[in-house]
T-cell receptor, first 114, second 115 residues
Framework: DSGVTQTPKHLITATGQRVTLRCSPRSGDLSVYWYQQSLDQGLQFLIQYYNGEERAKGNILERFSAQQFPDLHSELNLSSLELGDSALYFC?????????????FGPGTRLLVL | QQQVKQSPQSLIVQKGGISIINCAYENTAFDYFPWYQQFPGKGPALLIAIRPDVSEKKEGRFTISFNKSAKQFSLHIMDSQPGDSATYFCAAIWGVGFGNEKLTFGTGTRLTIIP
């Protein structure tokens, strides 16, 4: 158990809908990262937050947004969902004290868009 | 743009053998190279990592070999066991400063250890 929790575990929705994925980092970790894992694209970095502020952006679509709250939990919002958004979404956290830190991954949310 | 190339895509090794997975990178700004292990239905978990000023790092049966001039690094699993069957991802990290770093993953290698 990495100490990172993600909810829900599974999510089934329809195209055009909006969903919110939630992540609670390990106790004391300030950085939260979101990743998308699909069969054809592998693991893709989406976005990073550090202590409430956006710090780095990867291949995140404009339909997707995220935020980190004062209690350090984070939410990833996916809107106008398309079939191709079906994937595993992972959250990871790190202490945020420097580069090259270990990122601890949560168990993921499996999203299926029908 | 894929910045970390990983091979092979899948690998079958007999129990007790050596599993070798290779990765190559292009961006010389990368300065930390972790390997992650992922079991089905689970998130990736850090296995071992290396910095480019070191040519080799060993932890138990797992060894990373790093060739900075060739921009290549590899994972060796000695005495491979069925419990090692998983997907392995190499990765590379770069960042512009404190609390700002990007982790780029390779495409993954599905390792199967057969009895």
């Amino acid at each position: 158990d990495s100490g990172v929790t993600q909810t829900p575990k599974h999510l089934i929705t329809a195209t055009g809908q909006r969903v919110t994925l939630r992540c609670s980092p390990r106790s004391g970790d300030l950085s939260v990262y979101w990743y998308q894992q699909s069969l054809d694209q592998g693991l893709q970095f989406l976005i990073q937050y550090y202590n409430g502020e956006e710090r780095a952006k990867g291949n995140i679509l404009e339909r997707f947004s995220a935020q980190q709250f004062p209690d350090l939990h984070s939410e990833l919002n996916l809107s106008s969902l398309e079939l191709g958004d079906s994937a595993l979404y992972f959250c990871a956290s790190s202490a945020g004290q420097g580069r090259g830190e270990t990122q601890y991954f949560g168990p993921g949310t499996r999203l299926l868009v029908l | 743009q894929q910045q970390v190339k990983q091979s092979p895509q899948s690998l079958i090794v007999q129990k007790g053998g050596i599993s070798i997975i290779n990765c190559a990178y292009e961006n010389t700004a990368f300065d930390y190279f972790p390997w992650y292990q992922q079991f089905p239905g689970k998130g990736p978990a850090l296995l071992i990592a290396i910095r480019p000023d070191v040519s080799e790092k060993k932890e138990g049966r797992f060894t990373i070999s790093f060739n900075k001039s060739a921009k290549q690094f590899s994972l060796h699993i000695m005495d491979s066991q069925p419990g090692d069957s998983a997907t392995y991802f190499c990765a590379a990290i770069w960042g512009v400063g404190f609390g700002n770093e990007k982790l780029t993953f390779g495409t993954g290698t599905r390792l199967t250890i057969i009895p």
